[in-house]
């Protein structure tokens, strides 16, 4: 099988993230990705987890976390959803450069690794789905009504590649809710919440309570979980489904803090308390206060999994070289560019946050293009006071608004919206608009984010921040 089989043999399967199909996704059993998993030898209990949830900032927590088991002696795994440009971006695997050794003998600092080497490899991500197929046909013979799905076969093939690369901890992002998430077949050690809030709430519940009830079904004894501060009714939702568990509940802003000394468009410099250390003077070149307790949950998460202090390097470094692109990411400095997929009221918000306090004085130009099932409302009335000037654009995924149709739910929070269909050219014509301290600001949808990435790096523009190549 060749690596182009092997993405056809993933596009035939149901896929939930390409159609807004809520009565089917109620559907979903999680029974069924167990008998994937049991038909598989059960990869995912050939090694230990971090399972991150969350409504914003799971992906950001999962992938600083893995940076600094990245620094580690440890085999790191890391399963991520969706990709931004490469569907290989979603597994990743470090096993340190040739030559190095590891004795599974803890956290202790490693060799120095090379940006953007630990995606899965065509070859190897061919051999997952080849190794994968026979499995997910004898569950589609077995309940042809009910066959695997694209995210649950994704999911697996993750679980096989991390077990045949010896994984010693996979940091595992949860796709949508928890309860019934392909990801939710793991015993982990350590689960970790991010902030929650409205999202998929046709699928997932009508209020924020319920959507954490979801999530919470994450939680299984034994291990330990962390939460970023949340809203009244989800705390609690949380705090009695650790109780009911026995699992003891650590929460950033209280037990777990982080100190911002200076937040530029290269980053922040944190003091960051875990739950065994202090870390002082870190360097995140992450954008956004709101980074910094997420931060501190990722330290917390390798803390705990540690059940020791880890080193100070450890932290330093994995967290110097976090790669987390599209998530307020300065693409150029002159003119300003910044890529943000913020599609919800708590990412909208965090975008407002920064540019106001990072983008004072310039004028701002947004390049807008959203998922149908979004509320562009909450967009604009976040970020629409904030602009000269907003562009409406769509990206090629099926799910994507209709500009026009975009443009008019945008109008009234802004004087000027325009519309241009097409993504890249509408940055074009953007950027050669954009003048002096103006600043161009592409949101709405990673979808959108990416599609601009890839076409910058197909015209060998290399983001200014970018520590992957493809």
């Known amino acids: ?21 809520p009565q089917a996704m109620r559907g979903v059993k999680l029974a069924r990705m167990r008998g994937l998993c049991r038909r598989l030898g059960d990869p995912q209990r050939r090694f230990r987890t971090v399972v991150v949830a969350g ?32 569907l290989r971006e979603r597994i990743r695997v470090w096993t340190g450069p040739p030559g190095t050794e590891h004795n599974g003998s803890g956290f202790h600092d490693a060799a120095e690794r090379t940006a953007g080497d630990d995606w899965i490899s065509e070859e190897d991500f061919a051999e997952a789905i080849e190794q994968l197929r026979p499995a997910v046909e004898a569950c589609r013979r077995a309940a042809p009504e009910e066959p695997p799905t694209y995210f649950e076969a994704l999911t697996a093939a993750a679980f096989v590649h991390f077990a045949r690369r010896q994984v010693e901890v996979a940091v595992l992002e949860v796709g949508m809710g928890g309860r019934l998430d392909a990801v939710n077949v793991v015993d982990q050690a350590v689960s970790v919440f991010g902030p929650i809030d409205m999202d998929h709430a046709d699928i997932l519940g009508a209020d924020p309570a319920r959507i954490a009830g979801e999530k919470a079904a994450i939680l299984k004894p034994g291990q ?56 002082e003077s870190v360097e995140l070149p992450l954008v956004g206060r709101h980074q910094a307790l997420n931060a501190a949950l990722a330290v917390g998460a390798v803390e705990a999994l540690s059940g020791t202090g880890i080193p100070h390097g450890l932290v330093e470094r994995g967290l110097a070289k976090v790669e987390w692109p599209g998530r ?18 708590q ?16 004028p701002i130009h947004l390049l807008v293009g959203m998922s149908s099932d979004k509320s562009p409302e909450q967009i604009g009335e976040l970020l629409g006071g ?56 592409v949101t709405g949808s990673l979808f959108l984010a990416g599609e601009l990435r890839r076409a910058l790096r197909q ?12």
């Open 386 to 441: 904030l602009a000269v000037s907003v562009t409406c654009t769509r990206s090629r995924h099926p799910r994507a608004f209709e500009p026009v149709e975009l443009a008019r739910r945008l109008a009234p929070f802004c004087r000027d919206v325009h519309v241009m269909s097409d993504p890249a050219d509408a940055y074009t014509y953007l950027l050669n608009a954009v003048s002096g301290p103006a600043a161009l600001v």
């Open 224 to 279: 330990v979980a962390l939460t970023a501060p949340q809203q009244d009714g989800v705390a609690a939702v949380l705090r009695a489904s650790c109780e009911e568990r026995g699992v003891p509940l650590w929460t950033a802003g209280r037990d777990l803090t982080a100190a911002i000394a200076q937040h530029t468009l290269d980053g922040l410099q944190l003091t960051l308390t875990g739950l065994r250390g202090i870390y």
């Open 55 to 86: 409504t914003n900032g799971k992906g950001s927590i999962a992938a600083m976390a893995y940076s600094m088991l990245r620094e580690s002696r440890l085999r790191a795994g890391l399963y991520t959803s969706p990709h931004l440009e490469d």
């Open 328 to 345: 307020i990411e300065v693409v150029s400095d002159e003119p300003l560019v910044l890529l943000d997929g913020a599609h919800n009221t």
């Open 1 to 21: 099988m060749t690596y182009e089989e092997a993405v056809g043999y993933l596009d035939s399967l149901v896929n939930y993230e390409r159609t807004h199909l």
């Open 459 to 470: 015209a060998h523009v290399r983001p200014r921040k970018s520590a992957v190549e493809a």
């Open 347 to 362: 990412a909208a918000a965090a975008l407002r946050e920064a540019l106001l306090e990072l983008c004072a004085g310039r």
